[in-house]
């Protein structure tokens, strides 16, 4: 049976809508770093881009976990303490425990899953709203890392070259490290995931209609969780980056970062109320984040004026969702 006109027309209202929207985040961030290349001579250099492009790592790499999490129609906010709990324990399992380079952060990693899984678990079995729950579970993570860690950092002497994980060269003769080759891998990894998988598919549909998905017959509490348990798992990764980054597992932080990351998200056209977004618009969002941040500092900016800037950029790109929720 062929697509009725009306739907297909719609259907491409709709894909041009999402183009234009992404056109114009790219085109707020080649903005922006046109401004800061004008106020500072320093700005446009390849090792201030290296460091634009580490500083993007972890919060892009989070913005990409929960940009899943979103598109269903749901919030992570876990996400921040959580990356912070998977790096203490990566302190544990590599400085407490033995383990070897390889199994540590193997383990990190699926200690986010876990946790994501317990969140997935929250909202989609037992019906918490997935405010509530992920509030929960990063009141719940951050306490885990101070009493976990005894509220001082944990180092790795047994692992010198854990910190080789983020902060490698790859390419002789530069600066480009390990970390963000890891960055680009994951965005390859997730666009894939959304566009050419079931998962994706599931997401999208969830998002936009949850009734009629599950009417449809498709177990909509099972592909929640496995939705968060899979943002669970780019914390992980996340918290071990972080970590390998700061030489060292800090057991306090993470405040914060969840807003960064799910503001990456929103300005990248992702759409709070589900069933809208894009890896691409994602990774716009996170580099407008990072450069954002780091111009801000360049051009000698206080630390309290740039998260005064950077508030109102979370509050500008929550306020274009509802106009675009409106227009739609």
Known sequence: MSTPAPARTSSLFSLARNSLQQ????ASLIAIVIVFSILSPHFFTA????????AATVTGILALGTTFVIITGGIDLSIGTGMILCGVMTGVFLTYWGWPLWAGVLGAVIFGGIIGFINGFNVSILGIPPFI???GMMLIASGLSLVISGTKPIYFPNHPDFQSIMNLSILPGTRFPLGVAVFIAVIIVSAIILSKTIVGRYAFSIGSNEAATELSGVNVRKWKIIIYTLSGLFVGLAGVLSASRLSSAQPTGGMGLELEAIAAVVIGGTSLQGGKGSIVGTVIGALIMAVLTNGLRIISVPQEWQSVAVGC???IAVYLDMLRRRSA
Request: glycine fraction near 0%.
């Open 23 to 26: 056109l114009l985040a790219f």
């Open 47 to 54: 090792n201030n881009i290296v460091s634009v492009l580490t």
């Open 133 to 135: 729950a992920t509030l």
């Open 313 to 315: 950029v979370i509050l």
